[in-house]
T-cell receptor, first 114, second 115 residues
Framework: DTAVSQTPKYLVTQMGNDKSIKCEQN?????MYWYKQDSKKFLKIMFS???????INETVPNRFSPKSPDKAHLNLHINSLELGDSAVYFC?????????????FGPGTRLTVT | AQKVTQAQTEISVVEKEDVTLDCVYE???????LFWYKQPPSGELVFLIR??????QNEISGRYSWNFQKSTSSFNFTITASQVVDSAVYFC????????????FGAGTRLTVKP
């Protein structure tokens, strides 16, 4: 029944490693997003994909690479992890037919880089 | 560029009090979209409301109400008769584009409702 799911929920890793966070939505939406929430709770959009095409690409280090194999999935791959990457990452989705519509968020992935 | 300001970092009230969370926005566009989201201690982000710039009608949903005033660029959120379960961080957000949404969030207001 989960609308937007993310795995893993928690991710602890060391500096320099490469990791991926997976996101899947079963709402039939054609737009998906990645957000980063820092320790002060500030939420910032990172990427937006519409029908597997990158639409929004904020000023994010190129160590972050989103990949959308199909409309229902948007994964986030992070290379050479740094301490400053520690945050909660949220995936979201929204429909775009006749919008705008609100975004539905996943439960978040808490990434801790040590 | 679009900007959202939530000047109240933290608010603490006692149960049954009314509380208003302020949201002031900046945009050059005449068409834009405003949102409120709730983030309870469990961490998920819960959608509360969406408003289009051409619809200034205020909205009430149970104990929640929203006051949208274009003249002051504000979209304030009031909780009437607050309850402990209302304790959360509340975010106001603005998008200047509808498809896809490009939401810019305010810094959030942490509301604590004490029994």
């Amino acid at each position: 029944d989960t609308a937007v799911s993310q795995t893993p929920k928690y991710l602890v890793t060391q500096m320099g490693n490469d990791k991926s966070i997976k996101c899947e939505q079963n709402l039939g939406h054609d737009t998906m997003y990645w957000y980063k929430q820092d320790s002060k709770k500030f939420l910032k959009i990172m990427f937006s994909y519409n029908n597997k095409e990158l639409i929004i690409n904020e000023t994010v280090p190129n160590r972050f690479s989103p990949k959308s194999p199909d409309k229902a999935h948007l994964n986030l791959h992070i290379n050479s992890l740094e301490l400053g990457d520690s945050a909660v990452y949220f995936c979201a989705s929204s429909p775009t037919s006749g919008g705008p519509y609100e975004q539905y968020f996943g439960p978040g992935t808490r990434l801790t880089v040590t | 560029a679009q900007k959202v300001t939530q000047a109240q970092t933290e608010i603490s009230v006692v149960e049954k009090e009314d509380v208003t969370l302020d949201c002031v926005y900046e945009t050059r566009d005449t068409t834009y979209y405003l949102f409120w989201y709730k983030q309870p201690p469990s961490g998920e982000l819960v959608f509360l409301i969406r408003r289009n710039s051409f619809d200034e009608q205020n909205e009430i949903s149970g104990r929640y109400s929203w006051n949208f005033q274009k003249s002051t660029s504000s979209f304030n959120f009031t909780i009437t008769a607050s309850q402990v379960v209302d304790s959360a961080v509340y975010f106001c957000a603005l998008s200047e584009r509808p498809l896809p949404l490009d939401m810019r969030f305010g810094a959030g207001t942490r509301l604590t409702v004490k029994p």
